[in-house]
């Protein structure tokens, strides 16, 4: 019964290839965000959206494309895909856009070769 | 294992002692603060939070204690476990519900 899961776990890809990335959610949250973390364990939000509407974008090559078919699920599209994209993605979910909790997924690891 | 070629700053305890963690935030007008534990291989999760308005907050096992003055978050481990070896993140809510984390500590358990 995760209340975050995410698929893949592990993504290995050639460069300039593009790959998505699924996010569910089964905890009734309206707000999900995406983070990347990187090889020094550096955590950085990338997009929040609520009840299906973009509500944080932050500086992020636009070949990645996020998306929320429903509330439930916030996938992430990436294209062209770089050296520099190999790391851990994370999904997360909150009750809100204001309640602060915020709970996570297990992570996807992409390997860009 | 993971944190092998990491460079964040690491504490070490005996098994049983008790842990503090620190952390230095940036931004004066945060008003909640919450600190994650990151186990190898897993997400980040929730451990307890704070708010602006209180300086101490205990769970079981754990308090946060909050330093407004120099912008300073610390999380207290009693009897610290084998099972709490992990990665710790402290991060401050900013405009947004957006977290902002900090760089992270490597907690070791000794046995």
Known sequence: ?113 | GESVGLHLPTLSVQEGDNSIINCAYSNSASDYFIWYKQESGKGPQFIIDIRSNMDKRQGQRVTVLLNKTVKHLSLQIAATQPGDSAVYFCAELEYGNKLVFGAGTILRVKS
């Open chain 1, 1 to 113: 019964d995760t209340a975050v899961s995410q698929t893949p776990k592990y993504l290995v890809t050639q460069m300039g290839n593009d790959k998505s990335i699924k996010c569910e959610q089964n905890l009734g949250h309206d707000t999900m965000y995406w983070y990347k973390q990187d090889s020094k364990k550096f955590l950085k939000i990338m997009f929040s959206y609520n009840n299906k509407e973009l509500i944080i974008n932050e500086t992020v090559p636009n070949r990645f494309s996020p998306k929320s078919p429903d509330k439930a699920h916030l996938n992430l599209h990436i294209n062209s895909l770089e050296l520099g994209d190999s790391a851990v993605y994370f999904c997360a979910s909150s009750q809100s856009a204001t309640q602060e909790t915020q709970y996570f997924g297990p992570g996807t690891r992409l390997l860009v070769l």
